[in-house]
């Protein structure tokens, strides 16, 4: 048996080659994601993963056994290309961890035996997406596609939205390595003269980085100091000029991409955590939530349908509307000047993460498909969305 599994992003090589040099996660469950592939493959001849997006080409068998193929591919996916590594792997077994529409096409004409392990949303706004979710549901309810995980409730019952069949949608998730008990619920600092707000991230302008810049230019204009940290990759160089020009480069920080350990940790020292995407961001659930909560430092967000269910306004975080920076600022300057309100939001982060959590964890769902059997498609099918496992969850 081959597996081949193939992912939009995330150089599994540069990974694993950092681990091996002694470095740090630059992302969540990152070493983990790595690990759970090499145990995969001991299931199997072989596992391949294929990077769509990657430095360079390169297609190299690493020391823990795992073929690491880069495409290269810059700015866009060449199809044709990519079509055309998949066919080379003739795998037996296939994971998509990105809903690219041909890849399931090809799949279910070349009978290859198919799941997907997402983290995305699809928005049901615009006829443009109406037709491209019509066609992606319809694919991903051929029988020949098995299984479709997702990262967390909302993001499969958006899969469900679409028209994708619950008793084949599987809400997975990451394992936890820290949790709200590590940390007490904090309070609002009596006499702080400067606030410390955090954005951890992709920087760009659908994750909502402008919108929190004029936020916080307009809170320097009503002589309410704050410090904003920024931290991620993506379009520093376009956001530093905002900042620039909207007079509040003095009090914003651009910190780059940080090592996952340090994430928590900055989260904390922090008197708030902003997650500003704009609703035409594809969010899953973003593990800035999951971290945010641990640190039990108060959330600011948007009102990301993905993030319904999950923060609720003035009982486990503050809402603003999405792409409204006057709202995102009149919602930081209530938090920073009501305490009792403070201290509660800190104190329900233990209860709104713990409503978070999910027993599968993807590397699991591929092992027990790979497995087969009833005894697993049992064990499948009580954890998928059909089951009633998740309903007190998604109300």
Known sequence: MRLLIVQYAGDYREAFERFAEGKGETYYAQKYSVDAVAEIGKLMEEVTVICCFTAEPYDRVLANGVRAIGAGFQGKIQMKNLLRLIAEQKPTHLVLRTPIREIFQWAIRHKVKTIATLADSFSTQGLRNKIQNYWLASLLNNNQIEWIGNHGINSCLSLQKIGVKPSKIIPWDWPSTVTPDFFEPKTLPVGKKTWNLVYIGSITESKGIGDVLEAVAKLKAKNLSVNLKIAGQG???????QAQKLQVSDIVEFLGLLENNRVVHLMREADLVVIPSRHAYPEGVPMTIYEALCSRTPIIASDHPMFQNNLK???????????????LAAQIEKLLSDSALYESISLAAAEAWKRLQNPVKWPLMIERW?????????????HALSSGLYNSRSE
């Open 235 to 241: 379009e520093v160089a376009e956001f530093t000029k």
């Open 313 to 327: 306004h003035q009982e486990n975080a503050m809402i603003f509307s999405a792409s409204d920076s006057t709202d």
């Open 370 to 382: 790979i497995a087969g059997g009833e005894e697993n498609r049992q064990w499948l099918l009580e």
